[in-house]
């Protein structure tokens, strides 16, 4: 259904995904390709990015959701990229979610699409398609992480987090799903009605 299903963000390097993956959050991958370009034109590095005020860098991002606290965190993170990692985004998750402004979903994206690294991003999107399909049955984001890791194939994870987001936008919407425009009906937990246990076995 999505053979050319990729991430959204427009990224060159670890270091522009983790920045624009940061101001992803809570905002449409839309919005931020608006200003990044222009910002890594400018301040392609961490150290450059440190070279503004937490004023100068709001008024770069002000067009997104939250960006007083966004900015806060972006620069907290390049001085933390540049005094213990050498200007360098980690490669492991702990790392990664040591930094102000990442949590799971924020390093899983930065693993999958910087560094090839299998992982599954959670987001509102992959939440609400993988429950309501049956590829999990959890209750939060970290249990339904566990069940699709366990559902599908580890070489899969990175762009199956794709796919699910893809349905999630154009066919599996929050409030008015359209079924009558998906192919996975005859799949679908939510479409055939069946429902699942604390086990997760059908009732």
């Avoid at 999505?2 to 624009?20: Q, S, T, W």
């Avoid at 910002?39 to 004023?55: H, I, K, N, V, Y």
């Amino acid at each position: 259904m999505y053979p050319d299903a990729k991430c959204a963000l427009i990224f060159r390097n670890p270091f522009e995904l983790l920045i624009a993956t940061i101001l992803a959050a809570q905002a449409t991958d839309k919005s931020v390709n608006k200003i990044t370009p222009g910002l890594f034109s400018r301040f392609p590095t961490p150290e450059s990015m440190l070279s503004l005020t937490q004023e100068e860098l709001e008024q770069e991002i002000k067009s997104i959701g939250l960006y007083k606290n966004k900015a806060r965190n972006i620069l907290a993170t390049c001085r933390l990229l540049v005094e213990k990692y050498g200007g360098q985004v980690p490669s492991v998750r702990v790392d990664l979610e040591s930094l102000p402004g990442v949590g799971r979903k924020t390093a899983s994206v930065v693993l999958a699409e910087a560094f090839q690294i299998p992982a599954i991003a959670v987001d509102t999107h992959v939440f609400r398609v993988s429950n309501r399909l049956g590829l999990a049955q959890g209750k939060d984001v970290v249990k339904t992480e566990e069940d699709l890791m366990k559902n599908i194939p580890m070489d899969q994870w990175r762009i199956a987090h794709h796919w699910l987001i893809i349905h999630g936008r154009q066919v599996c919407h929050a409030r008015k799903p359209a079924c009558g425009d998906c192919a996975l009906t005859a799949y679908c937990r939510h479409h055939t009605g069946n429902d699942y246990d604390e086990e997760g076995e059908a009732k």
